[in-house]
């Protein structure tokens, strides 16, 4: 079973192979695969949606004899990485079924204690604008109760850590600079200007992604998904 580090490490390794550079993938990159990953999609289907898009970039370059522009971001690939979904249909179900066992037996409460507690600290001392400080401690404290009180149900602890997130974020964007903000939409949008293949929606999500890995940079604080436990 491939967990959730793997999942993203994996892709990033492929990407890097077939593109003949160790650059590391932008956060624009990690976004999408944030999202190919949220949305099921098997990490099969996009390592053969990588190579496909690969196989064909190399194809026409060697049938035209000229040097190609360098490829320089994942969203190149994600048209490959749909279609490769596509005709992997079944397999992206026994996907969704493994990565469900994974919920279900996967955790253990001593490091889920030590997650929660290690968040709660980095969220506590966390600097940010004096207008955040309010939810900001609230948060905190939620994951110190969390923590000497863990749900047995971890499906029930995952959507309360989903609600914090969101919490977290619509704090974190009603505290940072608006030209700030606009700024890294634009960069998401020069980002997925060559993507094809993808849903307004798809890209609305991707951009989203991108907007909240940026707010957690700027301001050090962890995600507190379930998911990103190091253990995993």
Do not use: C
């Not at 932008?26 to 990490?43: F, K, M, N, Q, Y």
Request: no cysteine.
């Amino acid at each position: 079973m491939q967990n959730y580090y793997e999942y993203f490490t994996e892709i990033e390794e492929r990407f890097q192979r077939r593109r003949g550079t160790l650059t590391m993938l932008s956060t624009l990159d990690w976004a999408l695969i944030e999202t190919w990953r949220d949305a099921g999609v098997p990490l099969e289907a996009v390592l053969r949606g990588i190579d496909d898009a690969f196989d064909k970039h190399d194809a026409r370059a060697q049938k035209t004899g000229k040097r190609l522009r360098k490829v320089n971001g994942l969203a190149w690939a994600a048209q490959a990485v749909m279609t490769a979904t596509e005709q992997m249909k079944d397999a992206a179900v026994g996907a969704a079924s493994t990565a469900a066992s994974q919920r279900e037996s996967g955790f253990e409460a001593e490091p889920i204690r030590a997650y929660l507690q290690r968040n709660a600290e980095a969220v506590a001392t966390a600097t940010l604008p004096l207008a955040a400080h309010a939810q900001r401690d609230e948060i905190a404290d939620r994951l110190r109760a969390l923590a000497m009180d863990i749900p047995a149900d971890t499906e029930e602890l995952e959507r309360t850590l989903t609600v914090l997130e969101e919490k977290l974020f619509a704090m974190l964007l009603l505290v940072s600079p608006e030209p700030q903000q606009k700024e890294w939409r634009e960069q998401a949008a020069r980002g997925l200007s060559g993507s094809r293949g993808m849903s307004a929606a798809q890209l609305k999500h991707v951009t989203q992604q991108f907007l909240h890995k940026r707010l957690l940079e700027t301001y050090g604080l962890p995600r507190l998904s379930l998911f990103y436990m190091e253990h995993l």
